[in-house]
């Protein structure tokens, strides 16, 4: 039989309660979105009735009254998502963030954004912001913000490995590279140098399998990829390792065109010819790319799109969409110029 607290235990309970609880506290006691938080303040019922019970008891232990901008707030679905990168030095993670943030602005909402490498205590950041938004995206390589923030908030992973009840979105890799190594090769290279270290996230991994994939295709051996990051000033330091002779190519496949440009750039300053003494091909068709001499040959990857879908994503969560379990692959598009050894268009 269940028993009725007694009125000085009320008085107690009340007492021991925090002051100033807000929509965002009581969805981080119950563990859920302020959106369900909404849900079930307003008596919606399509939310289970195991979470209703978990934002009624996280409700009563905080004392939280709505306030009624805060319920007006809640019926126009007003959502927070979080954004966590890396850094937004370099191309890359400034179209991304565009994308993200331009799509979240369609959707109504706020964005958050936390960089990682800028973080002395990245569980604390990461935590933090789980306090102050509804969904969060991650980008691929910070794993352990994800382990972090799965069981607390919805999480789309942006190029990133899949992991148990996190959703996966991505641009496809592995063929693209295994067509644009293909590619280089087929000019006679056979020297053709990997630049970029497959450790640093699965999106690269994938390229360097693709450049071996094209290598096995024409029975010859892939050299091991030289590990540099993917920056520019490691692209001017490979160059200049490459213009002492301390490594041999005749073509370099360059995990990104961040140091595609910086290689080639420095290579032309010596007095080395692209693509006479070495052909250059990076990834990701920047907008420099078709402006350089000679024109880029690269891999055009939907970045700004990659963003987009993360945020409307994080939305279909937040409204009650499960997970998908499977990636999903964005396609890639071989960008075919001159800094390969074709002639110019």
Not at 39 to 56: D, H, I, N, P, S
Not at 155 to 173: F, K, L, R, S
Not at 261 to 276: C, E, F, H, N, Y
Request: charged residues 25%.
């Amino acid at each position: 039989m269940e028993k009725q607290a007694s009125p000085e235990a009320g008085r107690a309970s009340a007492e021991a309660r925090p002051a100033g609880a807000t929509i965002y506290s009581v969805a981080d006691r119950a563990g859920v979105s302020i959106a369900t938080v909404s849900r079930v303040l307003q008596g919606a019922t399509v939310v289970a009735e195991r979470t209703r019970q978990k934002v009624l008891a996280a409700v009563d232990e905080l004392g939280y009254v709505p306030l009624g901008a805060a319920r007006s707030l809640a019926v126009r679905h007003h959502e927070a998502h979080g954004l966590v990168l890396p850094e937004l030095s370099g191309p890359y993670y400034a179209e991304l963030l565009m994308g993200f943030e331009a799509r979240a602005a369609e959707l109504a909402q706020s964005v958050v954004l936390v960089l990682t490498d800028s973080r002395t205590d990245l569980a604390a950041a990461v935590k933090q912001l789980a306090t102050r938004v509804d969904a969060i995206a991650v980008f691929g390589s910070a794993r352990e913000a994800v382990r972090l923030l799965k069981d607390r908030k919805p999480v789309v992973v942006i190029a990133g490995e899949p992991q148990e009840g996190v959703e996966v979105i991505a641009a496809e890799n592995r063929e693209s590279a295994r067509e644009l190594a293909g590619h280089v090769l087929d000019h006679g290279r056979r020297r053709a140098l990997f630049v970029g270290d497959p450790d640093s996230g699965p999106d690269i991994r994938h390229r360097y399998a693709g450049y071996v994939a094209a290598h096995e295709d024409r029975g010859l051996a892939a050299a091991e990829p030289v590990r540099v990051a993917l920056c520019e000033a490691e692209g001017t330091a490979f160059a200049r390792r490459l213009l002492a002779e301390e490594l041999e190519a005749d073509a370099l496949l360059c995990a990104n065109d961040e140091l595609a440009l910086s290689i080639m750039t420095t290579l032309q300053d010596a007095g080395r010819d692209v693509p006479g003494d070495v052909a250059v091909a990076g990834w990701d068709d920047v907008m420099t790319a078709r402006y350089v001499r000679p024109g880029l040959t690269t891999v055009r990857q939907p970045v700004h799109e990659l963003g987009a879908l993360a945020a409307d994503r994080l939305h279909e969560l937040v409204s009650g969409e499960p997970p998908r379990t499977e990636a999903r692959l964005l396609p890639t598009q071989l960008v075919v110029r001159s800094s390969c050894g074709c002639p110019p268009a």
